[in-house]
């Protein structure tokens, strides 16, 4: 499975950005997907989640304003995020744990994709 993350960029404050995550490899209806970002000086942490069978999950800062989905036909997966705020700066990357693995743990994620920087300034 192999990744590739693009979307990001500089917003304001409020604005919105829509990640993409093309993946290639087969099988991918068949994966878990994760969203995660690390800031400067931070530890990666998780954002948004989703199975293999649509089911969703949110860190909670994130909860209401980032919406995560995917498409099994292109096949790509997506965050959409709306009412940015500067904390949400970071860069952003996507995920797939092994197959037949549902968690939001980062640790137990084993394809990486390479990164798409989001800044958002106040």
């Known amino acids: 499975v192999q990744l590739q993350a693009s979307g990001g960029g500089l917003v304001q404050a409020g604005g919105s950005l829509r990640l993409s995550c093309a993946v290639s490899?087969?099988?991918?209806?068949?994966?878990?997907m994760g969203w995660f970002r690390q800031a400067p000086g931070k530890e990666r942490e998780f954002v948004a989640h989703?199975?293999?069978?649509?089911?969703?999950d949110y860190a909670d800062s994130v909860k209401g304003r980032f919406t995560i989905s995917r498409d099994n036909a292109k096949p790509a997966v997506y965050l959409q995020m709306n009412g940015l705020k500067p904390e949400d700066t970071a860069v952003y990357y996507c995920?797939?744990?092994?197959?037949?693995?549902?968690?939001?743990?980062?640790?137990?994620?084993?394809?990486w994709g390479q990164g798409t920087q989001v800044t958002v300034s106040s």
């Open positions: 995920a797939a744990p092994p197959l037949g693995v549902s968690t939001i743990n980062p640790r137990s994620y084993v394809y």
């Open positions: 989703i199975s293999w069978s649509g089911s969703r």
């Open positions: 490899g087969r099988s991918f209806s068949n994966y878990d």
